[in-house]
């Protein structure tokens, strides 16, 4: 992966086939996790955490009243993302608008994995990938770079042209 980067209004970066199928599959998944009614399911109620914890009658009130709303925007976020995602891998070019929906979809993909995997403060990356874990945990830590590298080009973009 070529690390985004602030060039003018625009964010660029470029990623590998490899690199985009993986993104291509998360992007997938999370799609069917929108989509999914699972109640009890950990990742959905890490990416709709309840609107109050000590009183379950006002948390289900606001759940009615946000839930639709919030798995649309995230939707449309997705959205955005697939369009502007090269399918085989290549240059990624994003205004402002559509940094802040990968902003936004790169960190439900973080913590859905990451509820997934059950990281902790103290999760190291691994060293090396011998299993399927070690891979995902992988995975993780590459979106953490991906998305690190959004946010430095959102800074610099703001901070004006070097």
Do not use: C
Request: aromatic share 4%; net charge negative.
């Amino acid at each position: 992966m070529k690390p985004f980067r602030a060039r003018g209004r625009e964010f660029v970066a470029r990623l590998d086939r490899a690199e985009a199928g993986i993104v291509g599959l998360l992007l997938d998944q999370l799609e069917q996790l929108l989509t999914a009614d699972a109640e009890g399911d950990p990742v959905l109620q890490r990416l709709f955490p309840p609107g109050h914890r000590s009183d379950r009658e006002m948390a289900d009130e606001y759940r009615e009243l946000t839930e639709e709303s919030l798995r649309g925007g995230k939707a449309d976020d997705l959205a955005t993302v697939r369009a502007t995602l090269p399918a085989d891998g290549g240059e990624i070019r994003l205004d402002a608008d559509q940094a802040g929906a990968w902003l936004r979809t790169s960190n439900d993909l973080r913590l859905a994995l990451g509820t997934r995997l059950e990281i902790t403060e103290d999760t190291e990356p691994p060293e090396e990938i011998d299993d399927e874990a070690d891979h995902q945990l992988a995975v993780y830590y590459w979106l953490t770079a991906v998305q690190g590298s959004l946010v430095d080009a959102l800074v610099a973009g703001r901070a004006g042209p070097r």
